[in-house]
């Protein structure tokens, strides 16, 4: 199982708001900065919220990210079809001395 | 725009080493830190290791004791190499740049499938 840990599925319907989570440790989430990835069908994850809730260039800011104490969270509002994917968040954890990722949230749009 | 493209053998047989290459275009491997990822069904995503352009090396843990990573700058290349391949790493392998903090990948390649079967 991951380090970090996501609900395996979410779901909404178009224009909702959808939150995912991503729980860890003082040793990874609570003393370091979260990233969220995108990974549509076939692809590679995409970067989509980094240093917690920073956007790169060209991400809607529908997508926005925030983190408190040992977790934290990814919210997607004004949900769209083309959002239905996969989910991972990311961090480092200093007990392991290595990156750590979530299992994954698969978001369906209903 | 920085691009990565892994390449290498999709088939490995068990007991024998995995060896994948990725090339960088579009930007120089310095001075940045270039990482490997791996995503199998029942593991999620996995990062198996980074060389930074100067050639120093950080290993996971649980693979370090099969794991080889190396670079050719002139060929703007960075190598991948696992021993004593078994079925449990049979996935899609793929190539990254790092960002400047650990977790950060902005620049992916396409993914590379690896599997691990006689």
């Known amino acids: 199982q991951s380090v970090l840990t996501q609900p395996p599925s979410a779901s909404g319907t178009p224009g909702q708001r959808v939150t995912i989570s991503c729980s860890g440790s003082?040793?990874?989430?609570?003393?370091?900065?979260v990233f969220w990835y995108q990974q549509l069908p076939g692809t590679a994850p995409k970067l989509l919220i980094y240093r917690n809730n920073q956007r790169p260039s060209g991400v809607p800011d529908r997508f926005s990210g925030s983190k408190s104490g040992t977790s934290a969270s990814l919210a997607i509002s004004g949900l769209r079809s083309e959002d239905e994917a996969d989910y991972y968040c990311a961090t480092w954890d200093d007990s392991l001395s290595r990156p750590v990722f979530g299992g994954g949230t698969k978001l369906t749009v209903l | 725009q920085v691009q990565l493209q892994e390449s290498g053998p999709g088939l490995v047989r068990p007991s024998e080493t995995l060896s994948l290459t990725c090339t960088v275009s579009?930007?120089?491997?310095?001075?940045?830190?270039w990482s490997w990822i791996r995503q199998s069904a029942g593991k999620g995503l996995e990062w198996i290791g980074r060389i930074y352009s100067s050639g120093s090396t950080n290993y996971n843990p649980s693979l370090m004791s099969r794991v080889t990573l190396s670079l050719d700058t002139s060929k703007n290349q960075f190598s991948l190499k696992l021993t004593s391949v078994t079925a449990a790493d049979t996935a899609v392998y793929y190539c990254?740049?790092?960002?400047?903090?650990?977790?950060?990948?902005?620049?992916w390649g396409q993914g590379a499938l690896v599997i691990v079967s006689s």
């Open positions: 990254a740049r790092d960002g400047a903090d650990s977790g950060n990948y902005v620049y």
């Open positions: 579009g930007g120089s491997i310095s001075p940045y830190y």
């Open positions: 003082s040793s990874n989430i609570g003393g370091n900065y």
